[in-house]
């Protein structure tokens, strides 16, 4: 359930950040503010549950479809993150921005997938 919470946090994210940009209004300051920390929001969740699913199969019923919830949550995330990097920013601050923010990214899903996803071994092996 937090996986499709954070997917639709996401989402509204995105849909907010697309308005704001294309069409500014008076006050957009305080909502571009507020979204950078929804945006953090739903990816503390998808992050959340990608830790809570870690040692869990993926044939597990429910595991694969959560996942991937997650990780659609963190790409629109990103995404929306990115769209307001170029809204504010100069294209050149924006690109050394978002290098920043995929090279962290980068680590962490390294992190992730060759640390806390690596299966123990059994005894005997």
């Keep these: 359930m937090i996986a499709v919470f ?3 946090i996401a989402l509204g994210c995105l849909v907010t ?14 909502v571009v503010t ?4 929804t ?6 969740l998808a992050a959340g549950v990608l830790w809570a699913l870690r040692k869990r199969p993926a044939d597990e019923a429910g595991v694969a479809g959560q996942r991937l919830q997650a ?8 995404v929306t993150f990115a769209l307001i990097l170029f809204a504010l920013l100069s294209w050149k601050n924006a690109l050394m921005a978002l290098g920043l923010e995929y090279g962290f990214l ?14 123990p071994k059994e005894k005997g092996e």
């Design 39 to 44: 945006i953090a929001a739903s990816a503390t």
């Design 17 to 30: 950040a697309l308005l704001t940009v294309f069409r500014p209004d008076a006050g957009a300051d305080s």
């Design 106 to 119: 980068w680590i962490c899903w390294y992190g992730y997938s060759r640390v806390v996803l690596v299966e």
């Design 71 to 78: 990780f659609a949550a963190l790409l629109i995330d990103s």
């Design 34 to 37: 507020l979204l950078m920390y």
């Design 6 to 8: 954070s997917v639709w």
